[in-house]
């Protein structure tokens, strides 16, 4: 079974920087892109930025574009959210998704881990 696992969420202060990974598993990644995406209290969720597994590259929201960066570790499984110059109105619980490359959207989710930015 597929599963994606979110670490490194926390507590930081505004201008910090904070770096969340993603443990995936279950079967080859290979070909699907991942993607990161947030959910704000009171708000839908967003698409903060993603990563083709092979090749690399990478797409972002304006949002957040110049602040963050997606990278992958291909051997370990792992994918990871780079966020600095951190805003308060970065807080929200950050998701990890795949998708395969037949998909039309995002199949497979993560549990979720919260980045609180205080001012």
Avoid at 10 to 35: E, I
Avoid at 51 to 75: L, P
Wanted: net charge positive.
């Amino acid at each position: 079974q597929v599963r994606l696992v979110e670490s490194g969420g926390g507590l930081v202060q505004a201008g910090g920087s904070l770096r969340l990974s993603c443990a995936a598993s279950g079967r080859t990644f290979d070909n699907y892109r991942m993607g990161w995406f947030r959910q704000a209290p009171g708000k839908e969720r967003e698409f903060v930025g993603g990563i083709k597994w092979s090749g690399g590259s990478t797409m972002y929201a304006d949002s957040v574009k110049g602040r963050v960066a997606v990278s992958r570790e291909n051997a370990k499984n792992l994918v990871y959210l780079q966020m600095n110059s951190l805003k308060p109105e970065d807080t929200a619980v950050y998701y990890c998704a795949a998708k395969a490359p037949t998909a039309s959207w995002y199949a497979y989710w993560g549990q979720g881990t919260q980045v609180t930015v205080s001012s």
